[in-house]
């Protein structure tokens, strides 16, 4: 019998991604497509999907290529994306949201923040049935606040829209032409309330809160334009690919296509349940892990039997990422964006590139290596920072404050702009995302978690450092995973699913994916060193709030 292929296709923020798998969880190919950005004001930023589908069929099809297999033989596809909202009429062709005009731009990218006065004022209301689903307070990245900003800011658009989909859900809408809504999204982004189950049902809208809101219009048209049918991750969707999709991406029609799943969250089912040391995790072992998907931003997933409800930290979400199971989601809005921003924005940032491209290595290695001399006989190489502090909330915060009019702040400047000193910013930009960690992991083991094991994948795990210091920061063994594309492997469980080939979420991810390589956190005087700034860390939160309070009656 001929082997069965599937097909996980991943849109993060910057690019598109496809890869070909084996039933057992081997990646055979992947393909990359950079996608547009548009940004036409400060905290606006938008993408295109018909820029967006196209670089998903490139990607796919020159996967295909180069793990060289039939086509004939891709028996699922899965898909995964950012958060991001995408507006169409009624055929699926793009409706503008953006102050520009251009139709084009009909993606809100997960990273816009122009909803801030509307997320505050839902959370003035009290409207605690479905905040208290969220961390007790909305985000400007979830879709709500935007779906308001659009109403109140472009009616043409609000007019002209008759179908609003969270991206996941509208690339398995272009593929197969069925507006089945994931619950993943739907319920971390939406407000949608999975584990209210009612016949023939997987849950329920929350009339009453669109309605308080604003959005009762959504209310009086029973939910149309933000979807009907919802379902759990990796069901199959309609009929599978259809005839302008199967074209377009070059599998066959009627490959089976899967209930989406947001970018990060398929990071933690291509990860998470993976065995240690033999022996599959239990649902009591599952709540000692976090899975850590780093990138623009990160992810933070913990999963639970019972709901967990922690100020300020995404969730519980039922159901959202493993069946049955209730989801805490924390995460930072700047990780792998800040640490760039860091680098580009420094006065040795030229001479750092000149480095790199001499040496062939990338920037990251030659500041690693710059670190590794800096702190030559120093018996705690992290104390190279010992004067120099980040607060990294450059983008707000996301996790536990909540807060997204938090700004970023550096203590310990010198006049002194060397390639040794963005080493040290560098480091100290590191370490403040894991104290940043740390935190969120705190806040989830005093509501019950017991995480001593992260998961890693992304970005930040090509990273000595950032592994480093995340081990040494959180105290918790750090975990990579036998395919370091979890993101991937995670939406081609999807497509395995959905194809029938894995019984079910669980089956696929005992199956396909698995653990490789194991980090053990420094104890002694770097727990000690890192105790003391992990203080200094919360005080420049403090020090921030007490600033602002001191100029709330200043002139402006």
């Known amino acids: 019998m001929a082997a069965s292929h599937f097909i996980g296709v991943d849109v993060g923020t910057g690019s598109a991604r496809a890869g070909v798998f084996t039933t057992d969880g081997q990646m055979l190919a992947s393909a990359v497509q950079v996608i547009t950005m548009f940004r036409p004001k400060a905290d606006f930023v938008e993408q295109s999907s018909h820029d967006i589908w196209r670089a998903v069929c490139h990607c796919v099809k020159t996967a295909i290529a180069e793990a060289n297999i039939d086509a004939a033989s891709v028996k699922g596809i899965g898909f995964d994306a950012t958060c991001s909202l995408v507006a169409t009429d009624a055929d699926g062709n793009p409706v503008t949201v953006s102050p520009d005009g251009n139709d084009d731009q009909n993606v809100i990218v997960w990273m816009d923040h122009r909803a801030k006065e509307q997320a505050a004022r839902i959370n003035e209301g009290e409207y605690y049935d479905v905040l208290k689903y969220v961390g007790y307070k909305i985000s400007p990245e979830m879709e709500t606040p935007k779906l308001l900003w659009l109403k109140e800011n472009l009616p043409q658009t609000w007019q002209r829209a008759e179908k609003f989909f969270d991206l996941p859900d509208f690339l398995t809408y272009r593929a197969t032409g069925d507006e089945t809504r994931s619950l993943c999204s739907t319920v971390c982004k939406w407000t949608?309330?999975?584990?209210?189950?009612?016949?023939?049902?997987?849950?329920?809208?929350?009339?009453?809160?669109?309605?308080?809101?604003?959005?009762?219009?959504?209310?009086?048209?029973?939910?149309?334009?933000?979807?009907?049918?919802?379902?759990?991750?990796?069901?199959?969707?309609?009929?599978?690919?259809?005839?302008?999709?199967?074209?377009?991406?070059?599998?066959?029609?009627?490959?089976?296509?899967?209930?989406?799943i947001i970018d990060a969250h398929a990071g933690g089912i291509g990860m998470i349940g993976a065995a240690l040391e033999g022996v599959s995790p239990s649902s009591s072992d599952l709540e000692r892990r976090l899975a850590l998907i780093g990138g623009t931003s990160s992810c933070h997933m913990a999963v639970s039997a019972e709901a967990r409800f922690i100020q300020?930290?995404?969730?519980?979400?039922?159901?959202?990422?493993?069946?049955?199971?209730?989801?805490?989601?924390?995460?930072?809005?700047?990780?792998?964006?800040?640490?760039?921003?860091?680098?580009?924005n420094h006065g040795a940032s030229a001479e750092l590139q000149q480095q790199a491209e001499s040496s062939g290595k990338s920037v990251y290695e030659v500041l690693n290596d710059r670190l590794d001399t800096l702190a030559e006989g120093k018996s705690v190489p992290a104390s190279l920072t010992h004067e120099l502090h980040v607060c990294p909330y450059f983008h707000g915060?996301?996790?536990?404050?909540?807060?997204?009019?938090?700004?970023?702040?550096?203590s310990g400047y010198a006049l002194?702009?060397?390639?040794?000193?963005?080493?040290?910013?560098?480091?100290?930009?590191?370490?403040?995302?894991?104290?940043?960690?740390?935190?969120?992991?705190?806040?989830?083991?005093?509501?019950?978690?017991?995480?001593?094991?992260?998961?890693?994948?992304?970005?930040?795990?090509?990273?000595?450092?950032?592994l480093r210091e995340h081990a040494d920061i959180t105290g918790c063994r750090v975990v990579l995973p036998k395919e370091p594309e979890s993101v991937l492997l995670g939406s081609a469980m999807l497509g395995a699913v959905a194809s029938g080939e894995k019984q079910d979420l669980l089956d696929a991810m005992a199956t396909m994916s698995a653990a490789e390589t194991i980090l053990s956190p420094t104890r002694g005087a770097t727990e000690t060193y890192h105790q003391a700034k992990y203080d200094v860390f919360h005080r420049l939160h403090d020090d921030q709030l007490a600033y602002r309070k001191q100029m709330q009656n200043a002139p402006q």
Not at 424 to 433: D, E
Not at 439 to 452: C, K, L, Q, T
């Open 192 to 260: 949608y309330l999975a584990h209210e189950q009612h016949a023939g049902g997987t849950g329920r809208w929350d009339t009453s809160y669109f309605q308080e809101i604003g959005l009762e219009d959504l209310a009086e048209e029973n939910f149309r334009r933000i979807g009907q049918t919802v379902q759990p991750m990796g069901a199959p969707i309609g009929s599978g690919v259809n005839a302008t999709a199967a074209a377009e991406l070059g599998v066959p029609v009627g490959t089976a296509v899967g209930v989406s």
């Open 312 to 344: 300020g930290i995404w969730g519980p979400y039922y159901s959202a990422m493993i069946p049955g199971m209730w989801l805490t989601e924390g995460g930072q809005s700047a990780t792998g964006a800040l640490i760039d921003f860091v680098i580009q």
């Open 397 to 410: 915060n996301r996790s536990p404050w909540a807060d997204p009019s938090l700004r970023g702040m550096v």
């Open 416 to 466: 002194s702009a060397t390639l040794d000193d963005l080493a040290l910013l560098y480091l100290a930009t590191i370490q403040a995302i894991a104290y940043g960690t740390r935190h969120i992991i705190s806040e989830m083991n005093i509501a019950g978690y017991r995480i001593d094991t992260i998961f890693a994948c992304g970005g930040g795990t090509k990273n000595r450092v950032f």
